[in-house]
């Protein structure tokens, strides 16, 4: 490698971030371009790269830059030209990557004469994503559109201009099942849409490909076993949100059901004109869909509703006896498919795991994993001899990543490079810290009640603006019924309707919403909407069969809690925390509740820890003063109307 190349690399780092960002009034962040040299060393040394980043340090353009430097630098060295795919969980963030951050820096570049051509990047979805012409065209001559609903039949006109169905609004499940691009595509068409989108995808044309942790996964075990890849070979893999990677990788080698998923065989029915097949189906399988319709209760073990698949396997197999040779290839697929899951969950195999988890919907998806991650991570992605920048505000505990690479299977691996940048946010003068002297103990006959009021007394000096985080439904839904009437504040609870629970408590300043499951790290809250975040209990995970089985590894419960149980809270605890400051001018009070964390308790030491430094204190006076200190007038001029 020469020596000169590779400092010119690091000098265009400082010119992008000190010269052109500023230029455009972006502040100069040096644990940004620390981080972005930290990452492009990675990419040129051929290493594994874990960068955890605080908030407010500007990851994704960190990894970009060094992306496109890097790719100059092959260039250069005469190297051959491939894209960089970048991974990450949300949707959100894959688009903000293609239609916000690269063109704004592809500008900037292309002003700067860096570039001679825009950089492009596109987003990569698996096959069920994409129409298939041919089959659109069937489906199209099947259906009379005047006695169709009127929205999803416009939305089925629109997809001959539109590959990606997910732009499609009001498509309905059924047609998008019907038109998607098959298991096995061989139309042969030369101007298939899809194959022209996957020939351009190969050509050259995108330096930066786009997707999510299941699709990379999905080109990882296909690259492994010997199968055809999903995805083009690339110089460097990111992974950014890389805390998610484990959860999405226990989908990927393992099977879930959710109620969706027995909805959808009921309604393929229904298209197909089975109606007692369907009716049928739908009453066999009511008590299953009910249970997976509300979130995973504390202690129910995974029997509870292993018990309640019994009658859907009984009924699948008589429908797939009876109808296999009348059915679509589509809905046999889904039968086929449905009744080896059903039959998986209602059996022991050796090696998998089964447990139940909450699903994005509020509901319950029921899981099916091998119990050795790690092994897999090691058989897929390590072993592409490529750099990888795995990155996140939440990997590390401090500046200890040992639970990570220990569910990733990184423990060992000599290529691992590890860096923590901390947020540039001033903690010590915008956030106060408020742990109660008298919490109310859970073990308490009248925990809620006391709990409720607590909360109340927080909501009244902070005059609302605030989150409260449950770890559970039940408790979130106890303490609801016991804050009515002690609140002046709109009170809101978030259910499945995420979307809207959020537009309505954004547009209600003063207002205060119950949260729990995604709402840990999947919402972003700016500004003083949450001015007050309230935790009542530390996020220990609830014991299941998964837990059962990694506990088997330990000598004991204390040594199992202290490896395990801790990190994961302490990870847990410090997303929530990410919901209160998401600007540098935001400010907050921070209020855990939980009695295991008041003075001499034995989780203490291991929440400071995991927080950034901030003033403590336990008297509500001084929450009232804080709040007064930071806030605009205007601040409380939005909620005097609720407190008349």
């Given amino acids: 490698m020469n020596i000169n190349d590779r400092q010119n690399a690091h000098n265009d780092i400082d010119h992008i971030f000190k010269n052109l960002f500023p230029a455009q009034a972006m502040p100069e962040r040096p644990e940004q371009i620390a981080l972005s040299h930290r990452m492009l060393d990675a990419m040129l040394e051929g290493g594994i790269a874990l960068c955890d980043a605080g908030t407010g340090i500007g990851k994704t353009y960190?990894?970009?830059?060094?992306?496109?430097?890097?790719?100059?630098?092959?260039?250069?060295?005469?190297?051959?030209?491939?894209?960089?795919?970048?991974?990450?969980?949300?949707?959100?963030?894959?688009?903000?990557?293609?239609?916000?951050?690269?063109?704004?820096?592809?500008?900037?570049?292309l002003e700067d004469e860096q570039i001679s051509q825009p950089i492009q990047a596109v987003i990569r979805k698996g096959k069920g994503h994409y129409v298939c012409d041919e089959r659109l065209e069937r489906r199209l001559g099947q259906l009379d559109l005047s006695k169709k609903n009127w929205r999803a039949g416009a939305a089925l006109l629109t997809l001959r201009n539109e590959l990606d169905m997910d732009e499609a609004a009001h498509l309905s499940s059924y047609d998008r099942e019907r038109?998607?691009?098959?298991?096995?595509?061989?139309?042969?068409?030369?101007?298939?849409?899809?194959?022209?989108?996957?020939?351009?995808?190969?050509?050259?044309?995108?330096?930066?490909?786009?997707?999510?942790?299941?699709?990379?996964?999905?080109?990882?075990?296909?690259?492994?076993?010997?199968?055809?890849?999903?995805?083009?070979?690339?110089?460097?893999?990111?992974?950014?949100?890389?805390?998610?990677?484990?959860?999405?990788?226990?989908?990927?080698?393992?099977?879930?059901?959710?109620?969706?998923?027995?909805?959808?065989?009921?309604?393929?029915?229904?298209?197909?004109?089975?109606?007692?097949?369907?009716?049928?189906?739908?009453?066999?399988?009511?008590?299953?869909?009910?249970?997976?319709?509300?979130?995973?209760?504390?202690?129910?073990?995974?029997?509870?509703?292993?018990?309640?698949?019994?009658?859907?396997?009984?009924?699948?197999?008589?429908?797939?006896?009876?109808?296999?040779?009348?059915?679509?290839?589509?809905t046999r697929r889904q039968v086929e498919s449905l009744t080896k899951t059903v039959s998986l969950f209602r059996r022991d195999h050796d090696g998998m795991v089964l447990y139940a988890m909450d699903d994005r919907q509020g509901g319950t998806m029921l899981c099916?994993?091998?119990?050795?991650?790690?092994?897999?991570?090691?058989?897929?992605?390590?072993?592409?001899?490529?750099?990888?920048?795995?990155?996140?505000?939440?990997?590390?505990?401090?500046?200890?990543?040992?639970?990570?690479?220990?569910?990733?299977?990184?423990?060992?691996?000599?290529?691992?490079?590890?860096?923590?940048s901390l947020s540039p946010f001033d903690y010590e003068k915008n956030c106060l810290l408020y742990l109660p002297r008298h919490p109310p103990h859970q073990k308490a006959a009248d925990y809620y009640h006391q709990l409720a009021g607590e909360i109340a007394a927080l909501l009244k000096a902070a005059q609302g603006h605030a989150?409260?985080?449950?770890?559970?439904?039940?408790?979130?839904?106890?303490?609801?019924?016991?804050?009515?009437?002690?609140?002046?504040?709109?009170?809101?609870?978030?259910?499945?309707?995420?979307?809207?629970?959020?537009?309505?408590?954004?547009?209600?300043?003063?207002?205060?919403?119950?949260?729990?499951?995604?709402?840990?790290?999947?919402?972003?809250?700016?500004?003083?909407?949450?001015?007050?975040?309230?935790?009542?209990?530390?996020?220990f995970a609830v014991p299941d069969a998964l837990k059962e089985k990694e506990r088997e590894k330990y000598p004991g419960l204390k040594s199992f809690i202290r490896a395990v149980a801790v990190p994961e809270m302490q990870i847990k605890l410090k997303q929530g925390f990410g919901r209160a400051i998401r600007t540098e001018t935001d400010t907050c009070v921070i209020a855990i509740l939980d009695e295991r964390v008041a003075k001499g308790q034995r989780y203490r030491r291991d929440v400071l820890a995991a927080l950034p430094e901030m003033p403590v204190t336990g008297s509500l006076r001084e929450v009232e003063q804080f709040i007064r200190r930071v806030k605009a007038d205007d601040y409380f001029q939005e909620v005097s109307a609720w407190s008349m």
């Fill in 467 to 539: 989150l409260v985080l449950f770890t559970s439904y039940a408790a979130m839904s106890a303490v609801k019924e016991r804050l009515k009437g002690k609140t002046p504040y709109p009170l809101f609870t978030m259910g499945r309707n995420a979307v809207h629970t959020m537009e309505q408590f954004k547009s209600q300043p003063g207002s205060v919403l119950l949260a729990t499951g995604a709402a840990w790290e999947g919402f972003d809250f700016p500004g003083d909407c949450v001015s007050l975040l309230i935790i009542p209990r530390l996020p």
């Fill in 179 to 330: 038109v998607c691009v098959p298991h096995t595509c061989d139309c042969q068409r030369e101007n298939c849409r899809y194959l022209l989108f996957l020939e351009r995808c190969g050509n050259g044309l995108f330096l930066f490909q786009i997707c999510n942790h299941n699709l990379l996964l999905a080109d990882a075990i296909h690259r492994s076993s010997g199968r055809r890849p999903i995805l083009p070979d690339a110089s460097v893999l990111v992974i950014d949100e890389a805390h998610k990677l484990p959860d999405a990788a226990r989908q990927m080698f393992g099977t879930t059901l959710g109620a969706e998923d027995i909805r959808t065989l009921s309604r393929s029915l229904r298209a197909e004109r089975f109606l007692l097949a369907a009716e049928l189906w739908h009453d066999a399988a009511a008590p299953l869909v009910r249970k997976l319709s509300r979130p995973a209760e504390e202690g129910h073990s995974f029997d509870t509703y292993a018990r309640l698949l019994a009658a859907p396997e009984r009924k699948l197999k008589v429908i797939h006896r009876q109808l296999k040779d009348l059915l679509t290839r589509g």
């Fill in 62 to 109: 960190a990894y970009l830059v060094a992306g496109t430097v890097f790719s100059r630098f092959r260039a250069a060295s005469g190297l051959e030209a491939l894209p960089i795919l970048i991974s990450t969980s949300s949707i959100a963030l894959q688009t903000a990557v293609r239609d916000e951050y690269l063109p704004f820096l592809s500008g900037l570049l």
């Fill in 368 to 420: 099916a994993t091998i119990s050795d991650l790690t092994a897999q991570f090691r058989q897929t992605l390590w072993r592409q001899l490529r750099p990888v920048i795995l990155t996140s505000g939440t990997m590390a505990v401090g500046e200890d990543f040992r639970r990570f690479k220990e569910e990733t299977g990184l423990l060992a691996d000599s290529r691992v490079m590890e860096s923590v």
